[in-house]
């Protein structure tokens, strides 16, 4: 069967299209010229298109979710649905959202206002959106509109001419709810398209979208220079930035057996491929520690395709996912054709880029053991406050008791070539009082764990620093709670 995508209500073929190939380039090749290409490393969203996915909020079977076009490849969408700046509105009948921003000015130059409209576009169509604050959208910093849309949604699409006001006020100005006869709208009622089994061959390379877990497996033990793809936030970069070209893609994304999130009495499992914003709105807040680290999760736009097994995945040490489950004591399950077995993550990571997973292996699920520790933050200093890479990410859990420290776990990233425990710290705390003398002294302890680097995001001086005030920052924020004066 021929591997096409709906596009804009309309078959398109990806006959002739390479593995490697982005879905921006093969909609630009297309005639769909309106996503551009701005940075191709998903960090300004004039890229950006809508697709659908399973719907996370109740009663809707389908969402429109927006992605970057720039970094997953064309042949990971064969069977789904996409729908593009183009597919919205026409000259003649513009879509509310290309009114909005066409009447209050919201474009100048245009290059990223398509980017814009589709990113607009999936918040106006996100269920529940006029019902109030986005369900596990925990963060201070939030924006919301009397329409409730989420600013937040808007956090990947860079405007350098324009300014945001006016592309703010648009999006505040939208209805609170599409008219009844807006047939994307009506979409959400309808089931999303199951996968496709994907084997697409072409200039020396394939991409494949095995039908199970097991034949995952399978291709994974018989070809070790297999790389496995799922939201495409890291191999999209490599792909366009630094020309890689891996032989075999294997896609995982859409497999059953990665997308499940359940708890009981002793744990929280989490499936390695759902996505960043599907796990925060499905936990909804039911674990502090990741509902402060989701917001400052890069941006909305990477957050919808990133996943954590992913983010896990790379052994990448300024990923900011691993300071963060590093401090929630996180297993992960690793599975191959021989079996699975179980790896705390303080064991995974060995070296720069370097886990224990061996070549045959995935991650199945993350695992965080109950209860949870009664004071936990998670601080990343970075030179923007939003999507920006971290200098320093550092993750806490503390349980106090009468006044005193019973358990501390503290995670660290970006102060070696891999994420740490803060091993030293953690036994400088417990068994201390939590005041203000046992924090000053393990905060000298932590600006020297790792091996700080110096780098063009931070000098070692300067890490050291931020990981000492970082404890004292936390201290302060929790002390009051357990009546200690800070």
């Known amino acids: 069967m021929q591997p096409t995508v709906l596009v804009n209500g309309a078959p398109l073929t990806l006959a002739g299209v390479t593995p490697h190939t982005t879905t921006l380039d093969w909609l630009r090749n297309s005639g769909l010229t309106g996503a551009k290409e701005g940075c191709a490393e998903g960090e300004c969203g004039a890229c950006s298109v809508m697709v659908a996915r399973p719907g996370v909020s109740e009663g809707a079977s389908t969402e429109w979710v927006a992605i970057n076009a720039c970094l997953i490849p064309a042949a990971g969408l064969d069977g789904q649905e996409v729908v593009t700046a183009e597919g919205l509105g026409s000259a003649g009948a513009l879509h ?14 245009g290059y990223c206002t398509p980017g814009f409209v589709c990113s607009m576009a999936a918040e106006y169509y996100r269920p529940g959106r006029a019902e109030g ?28 001419c324009t300014g945001y006001r006016p592309i703010r006020d648009a999006a505040y100005a939208l209805p609170d709810a599409p008219a009844f006869d807006d047939a994307l709208a009506s979409r959400a009622t309808d089931p999303t398209p199951a996968p496709v089994h994907t084997h697409l061959e072409a200039d020396g390379a394939a991409y494949i979208r095995p039908a199970t877990l097991e034949e995952a497996l399978t291709l994974l ?14 191999i999209g970069v490599e792909l366009n ?20 999130l359940d708890e009981d009495a002793d744990e929280i499992r989490i499936g390695a491929a759902l996505t960043l914003t599907e796990i925060e709105r499905r936990l909804d807040g039911r674990v502090p520690l990741l509902a402060q680290l989701f917001p400052q999760f890069a941006s909305r736009l990477i957050r919808n395709g990133a996943t954590i097994g992913g983010n896990l995945g790379t052994g990448s040490p300024i990923g900011d ?18 079996g699975e077995r179980i790896v705390p993550l303080s064991e995974y990571f060995t070296g720069y880029r370097q886990t224990v997973k061996q070549a045959d292996e995935l991650i199945r699920e993350i695992r965080l053991p109950l209860p949870l520790a009664g004071h936990t933050a998670f601080h990343k200093i970075a030179k923007r406050r939003f999507d920006d890479i971290s200098s320093v990410a550092v993750g806490f859990a503390v349980d106090v008791v009468d006044g005193v420290v019973q358990q501390a776990r503290i995670g660290l990233g970006g102060v070696a070539a891999t994420p740490v425990r803060a091993t030293a710290t953690e036994q400088a705390l417990v068994g201390r009082p939590w005041d203000t003398q046992s924090v000053d002294a393990a905060a000298e302890i932590l600006a020297s764990e790792g091996t700080p680097l110096d780098d063009h995001r931070a000098s070692s001086r300067y890490r050291a620093a931020m990981l000492g005030q970082s404890l004292r920052k936390f201290h302060a924020e929790h002390a009051a709670t357990e009546g200690v004066p800070a």
């Open 96 to 109: 509310p959202v290309q009114r909005e921003m066409a009447d209050r000015g919201g474009s100048q130059c």
């Open 133 to 160: 604050i986005v369900a596990g959208e925990h963060d201070e910093n939030a924006e919301h509109g009397a329409n409730g849309f989420d600013l937040h949604a808007l956090s990947g699409n860079l405007c350098r």
């Open 221 to 234: 033990a018989k070809r070790p220079d297999a790389v496995l793809v799922a939201g495409s936030t890291d």
């Open 241 to 260: 930035i630094r020309g890689s070209r891996p032989p075999l893609l294997v896609a995982i994304d859409r497999l059953p057996e990665l997308g499940g």
């Open 321 to 338: 996912c691993p300071p963060a489950l590093l401090a929630l004591d996180a297993r992960l399950v690793l599975v191959s054709h021989r």
